[in-house]
């Protein structure tokens, strides 16, 4: 069965902390991985990966995607209180369509 | 640019009775997405719908759920005779394209009382 675990589940870092969240997944027929960012509402994109080795690079967040041993992980740089969030991650498999998504990683951040 | 749009925002409903959630797509936008999120769990997958068809709803319920996208009009998520186990926040995305990003609306929180 196609599963996705992220870990860990949940974290409490302090204002300029960098912080990794990792994500692997076990999918038949992998097309593309994604990191969102939840926060009250609808989670909003972040990432897609679909290549192993390249980093994405957004502002202080970066991600990569190691499909050999089938994990990303997303990193956060001199955190700020709004990142505070939980941070999706979720495969798409070959066929398309569904996102299988991950138990998502709880982020507090404190001043 | 409007996102994609969800409503009612909150729906509460007594056991028995029949849920309707709506989402419209993103402009441009024909691949609908749903998604439920019990409590303290993560998103789960639930039907894909392309203007009029449903492409896969392997993540559906057998009984008392369905869904419908019309050539006119937003999709529609329907649950009749709701449990207290439909409790959840329901969450639809769109796209342009399979191979494009999906974009989620902000969610129905349904609560079954």
């Known amino acids: 069965e196609d599963k996705v675990v992220q870990s860990p589940l949940s974290l409490v870092v302090h204002e300029g902390d960098t912080v990794t969240l990792n994500c692997s997944y076990e999918?038949?027929?992998?097309?593309?991985l994604l990191w969102y960012k939840q926060e009250k509402k609808a989670p909003t994109f972040l990432f897609m990966l679909t290549s192993s080795g390249i980093e994405k690079k957004s502002g202080r967040l970066s991600s990569i995607l190691d499909k050999k041993e089938l994990f990303s992980i997303l990193n956060i740089t001199a955190t700020q209180t709004g990142d505070s969030a939980v941070y999706l991650c979720?495969?798409?498999?070959?066929?398309?369509?569904?996102?299988?998504f991950g138990q998502g990683t709880e982020l507090s951040v404190k001043p | 640019n409007a996102g994609v749009m969800q409503n009612p925002r909150h729906l509460v409903r007594r056991r028995g009775q029949e849920a309707r959630l709506r989402c419209s797509p993103m402009?441009?936008?024909?691949?609908v997405y749903w998604y439920r999120q019990l409590p303290e769990e993560g998103l789960k997958f639930m039907v894909y719908l392309q203007k009029e068809n449903i492409i896969d709803e392997s993540g559906m319920p057998k009984e008392r759920f369905s869904a419908e996208f019309p050539k006119e009009g937003p999709s529609i998520l329907r649950i009749q005779q709701v449990v207290r186990g439909d409790s959840a926040a329901y969450f639809c995305a769109s796209s342009r394209s399979l191979e494009e990003t999906q974009y989620f609306g902000p969610g129905t929180r349904l609560l079954v009382l």
């Open positions: 402009k441009g936008h024909s691949h």
């Open positions: 999918v038949t027929n992998f097309r593309s």
């Open positions: 979720a495969v798409e498999p070959n066929q398309g369509g569904k996102l299988i």
